[in-house]
Structure formats: structure tokens, C-alpha cells
């Protein structure tokens, strides 16, 4: 999956680029909505020196639903791209292979089991996302590990845990509040408390994710390669799906099951850095789902004011044209290997 940057942009300039386009979303997000509020009066009241209703909507209201979406995207995005990568498969992402499924049917049953216990909530979210990927990975692998049967045994996997949910919640119906956006995935009504817990989870595995990013450029080049360059490439995938797991659960645990953030972001931003530097590609992809994310619940909440809708429909009307134009062009691409 190595390529080269395609955009006319210095490689050098994207990061910054990306950082002010999430930066510039997140000022918006906090401006725009049913009550309309200048940057000043923003500013005013993030800096504790604002009073009235202008702070309660920023600091209880739009602060935590714009750090959720930045997180979340970051988290996602990045899981994507670690995904893609260690699968070799372009087609790869959270929520189509079953990692964000089993996050989801693991924090269903934590919150109903546990319904105290919100700070463990994203922790909870971690095995059954793990689970997701490894148990695809393992259907593919003893059916024939192509592209295809990957989507399709995560699609497969993917309806079983959702079943999961919906069964957990007939016994426990109020276990998820509002679990109409939490299967189509939003970022409304969050708290600071919800996102907290999370925020740790996602920070520490990215970080690992980085650190472990010159090995991921080896592994990249394929396994043999790899183990000839003394590298214990199974080993390394493992850990790798593990890290990209707990990205995307610490996401699910508190913005539910959005979809395509990991599959759209990498590929955006693949574009514009290439995968010379998995290292580079892990914060692109970062920043962009971030700004992608956050400029989605914009649109969401404000095109059919005073009407809001999850951020998740938006990003799945986004993303099932995405996802098809990917697979077609997969499918011309591998007619054109037969016929070469």
C-alpha cells in the first residue's frame, strides 16, 4: 500500500494545515447552533471571565460535544489508518470490519451490567474491539485472505454483534440512554465525564501507535521482508490491531458506532502525504479525522435548523458513496491484474 503524495501541497505544510482546519472547526462548533455566539464571547467565556447563559452554552453544552468530536475522529481516523495498514487492505476500517461493533456490544453490556462504573466503560469497550478485528482476521484467513472476504466477514461479524446489542438492551432497556444516536453515532448531550476517561485511553494508545510507527514502515514492506529484517512481524501486527482497537473503543464508548471517519480520513490524507512515513500518516490522519468529524456535526446540527440530526447519518450519506467508489475501483484494478 505504498504511495506517493499526489497534492500540489509541501509535504511540510500539511500538518500545519490539517491542525488549523480542525482548530478552525472546533471555533465554529462553538459558535454555531440554535444560539448563535462570536468567537469573543467564546473566548470570554473558555477563559473564565465570561457569565450568563453565553458560558453555561459553551462550557456545558458545546465545549464537551466539540471535544468529543475531536477526539473521536482523531481516534478513529488513526485506528483506520494503523488497520489499513497492517491488513494491507485499502478497504479496511472500524466500523466495516467489526471493531467498532464489538466495542459497542461490549460497552452495552458494561453499562448494563455495571451501570456505575462510567470510567471503565472505555476500558470495557476494548476486548470486544479486539475481538472484532481478531476474529474477522481469523475468517478471512481460513477462507481465503482477500480483500473481499475480509469486508464481507466483517460485515458478517459486524450484524452478529449489533444482534448482541439489541439483545442486551431488551433486558436492560435503559442501559444506554439514547440508543437511537448510539447506534447511529453521536456526539450530543455528551459531558466532560463521559469524554474524560476515554480522552486517556486514546491518548496513551496513540502515543504507542507513534512510537511503534518506524516498525509499522517495516512492516508495510511486506512480511518477509520484515522477519528478514529481524522484525517479529506477527508479534507486531498483533500489537498494532490491539493499539488500533483500543483507538476505536475509547471512540465507541462515548460517541457510539459512527461510521467511515476511519475509512475516509487516511484516505484523504493519504493523498496529500503519501505513506513514505507512517509516523507523518498517523498524525495527518489524527488531525483530519478531527477536523472531519467536527465539521460533520456542524453540518448536522445546522443544515436543517432548528431540526438536528446525528452526526453519524451525515458521515454515512459521506461515506456509502466513498466506500462503493473504493470497491469498484478495487474491482477494475484486479480485472485489470487478470488481464495483464
Not at 58 to 65: E, F, H, I, S, T
Not at 133 to 144: D, H, M, N
Not at 235 to 244: G, N, P, S, T
Request: with cysteine; aromatic share 6%; hydrophobic share 55%.
Amino acid at each position: 500500500m505504498k504511495t506517493s503524495p499526489t497534492s500540489s501541497i509541501p509535504t511540510k505544510h500539511v500538518l500545519p494545515a490539517l491542525g488549523a482546519l480542525a482548530a478552525l472547526g472546533a471555533l465554529m462548533s462553538l459558535c454555531l447552533g440554535a444560539v448563535g455566539l462570536t468567537p469573543g464571547e467564546v473566548l470570554a467565556a473558555l477563559a473564565g471571565r465570561g457569565g450568563g447563559t453565553a458560558a453555561q452554552i459553551v462550557l456545558y453544552a458545546r465545549l464537551p460535544r466539540t471535544c468529543g468530536c475531536l477526539l473521536a475522529g482523531a481516534a478513529l481516523a488513526a485506528s483506520g489508518t494503523v488497520i489499513q495498514g497492517v491488513l494491507g487492505n485499502p478497504l479496511a476500517a472500524p466500523n466495516i470490519i467489526g471493531v467498532n461493533a464489538g466495542a459497542g456490544l461490549c460497552t452495552a453490556l458494561c453499562a448494563a451490567l455495571w451501570p456505575a462504573w462510567t470510567a471503565a466503560v472505555p476500558l470495557a469497550a476494548f476486548p470486544g474491539a479486539l475481538g472484532g478485528v481478531l476474529l474477522v482476521l481469523f475468517i478471512a484467513q481460513r477462507t481465503g485472505a482477500s480483500k473481499m472476504t475480509l469486508v464481507l466477514a466483517g460485515v458478517a461479524v459486524s450484524g452478529m454483534f449489533s444482534a448482541g446489542v439489541d439483545a442486551v438492551l431488551t433486558f436492560f432497556p435503559d442501559a444506554l440512554n439514547g440508543y437511537a444516536d448510539f447506534r447511529v453515532g453521536g456526539v450530543a448531550n455528551l459531558s466532560m465525564s463521559r469524554v474524560s476517561p476515554a480522552f486517556w485511553v486514546i491518548l496513551a494508545a496513540f502515543l504507542l501507535a507513534l512510537s511503534l510507527a518506524g516498525e509499522m514502515d517495516v512492516l508495510l514492506l511486506g512480511e518477509e521482508t520484515a522477519r528478514s529484517l529481524g522484525l517479529p512481524a506477527r508479534r507486531l501486527r498483533l500489537v498494532l490491531l490491539a493499539l488500533a482497537a483500543a483507538l476505536a473503543g475509547a471512540a465507541v464508548s462515548f460517541a457510539g458506532l459512527l461510521g467511515f471517519v476511519g475509512l475516509i480520513a487516511p484516505h484523504m490524507v493519504r493523498r496529500l502525504v503519501g505513506e513514505d512515513s507512517c509516523f507523518r500518516l498517523l498524525w495527518a490522519s489524527a488531525l483530519g479525522g478531527a477536523a472531519l468529524l467536527t465539521l460533520c456535526d456542524i453540518l448536522a446540527r445546522t443544515l436543517f435548523a432548528p431540526y438536528e440530526l446525528p452526526v453519524g447519518v451525515v458521515l454515512s450519506l459521506l461515506g456509502g458513496p466513498f466506500f462503493l467508489h473504493l470497491l469498484l475501483r478495487q474491482r477494475r484494478r484486479g480485472k485489470g491484474a487478470r488481464h495483464a
